[in-house]
């Protein structure tokens, strides 16, 4: 199983991007999906994750600015982020529990995508 995001890049502040991530492999089953992001010497943060019923939990500094979402029938999770500030600046990194082949649900990371808000 492995997760790939895509939708980084740089943008101004005020502006919006769309980030998406996408389960691939033999796949049973995903559950919970979620975003992470980690600033250069800060720890890895939770961002936003939803759950298999749509089910939505957002860090404060983000709510009413991103939205969390997910195709079910794509293994795909996504995140719109708009009126992006300079503090939004950080690696995001997507997070899943999958079921494989064996049918055991296991937790795995994407690679990160950069996202840079700055004029």
């Known amino acids: 199983v492995q997760l790939q995001a895509s939708g980084g890049g740089l943008v101004q502040p005020g502006g919006s991007l769309r980030l998406s991530c996408a389960a691939s492999?033999?796949?049973?089953?995903?559950?919970?999906m979620g975003w992470y992001r980690q600033t250069p010497g800060g720890q890895r943060e939770l961002v936003a994750t939803?759950?298999?019923?749509?089910?939505?939990n957002y860090e404060d500094s983000v709510k009413g600015r991103f939205t969390i979402s997910r195709d079910n029938a794509k293994n795909t999770v996504y995140l719109q982020m708009g009126r992006l500030k300079r503090e939004d600046t950080a690696v995001y990194y997507c997070?899943?529990?999958?079921?494989?082949?064996?049918?055991?649900?296991?937790?795995?990371w994407g690679q990160g995508t950069v996202v840079t808000v700055s004029s």
């Open positions: 997070n899943a529990d999958v079921a494989g082949y064996d049918i055991m649900m296991n937790n795995y």
């Open positions: 492999g033999v796949i049973f089953s995903v559950g919970a």
């Open positions: 939803i759950n298999r019923a749509g089910d939505t």
